[in-house]
């Protein structure tokens, strides 16, 4: 009976995403119940760095979850390349490193799922953000260092994987604050 309304839930959500626009939603209930999506769904991990990128392909630390055990991304599904800029902007924060978003990279959520991970919308701290979580949680530090570099390598390299670049790196301007 839980399996049955986990999966109406999941179902619903995600119809509810497709379906109707978020900010209609958020105006019916400020509470977003999380939802995982689904395989043929694409996030977008956007790059705050030159360094996580080179020669059209992003780089293993572009992925990297760590310190934390999940991975900050956007749901883009449907979305037009100008839309996904504009989400972009709301990821830029004071944070050292996080000022300027250089590039973007998408994933088919496929690719996460055959890595044994999961990709959970829920719209916080900004509307379209997804953790990617279920990153291996070994007992030994170095094991689980080795573990995620793998991961986060295969990523790289997977063909389910797309660098985008903007026309110009994207910077929060004063009057967008």
């Not at 390349?81 to 004071?94: K, L, S």
């Not at 998408?106 to 990617?132: G, M, W, Y």
């Not at 790289?156 to 110009?168: A, D, E, G, I, K």
């Amino acid at each position: 009976m839980m399996e049955f309304l986990r999966l109406l839930l999941k179902r619903c959500g995600n119809w509810l995403a497709i379906h109707v626009p978020s900010r209609k939603r958020a105006n019916l209930d400020s509470t977003v119940v999380p939802y995982e999506l689904t395989a043929s769904e694409v996030v977008a991990r956007f790059i705050y760095t030159t360094s996580h990128f080179s020669k059209g392909r992003p780089k293993p630390p572009a992925f990297n979850p760590s310190p934390h055990a999940e991975l900050s991304v956007a749901h883009i599904t449907g979305l037009p390349d100008p839309e996904v800029w504009r989400v972009a902007i709301q990821t830029i924060g004071d944070q050292p490193g996080r000022g300027t978003v250089h590039a973007r990279a998408d994933v088919i959520v496929e690719a996460l799922i055959q890595k044994k991970l999961r990709a959970i919308r829920d719209d916080n701290p900004f509307e379209r953000h997804t953790s990617v979580i279920g990153w291996p949680s070994l007992e030994d530090p170095n094991e689980r260092k080795e573990q995620l570099k793998l991961i986060c390598l295969e990523l790289s390299q997977s063909s389910q994987v797309t660098l985008v670049l903007p026309p110009h790196p994207i910077i929060k301007a004063v009057e967008q604050l």
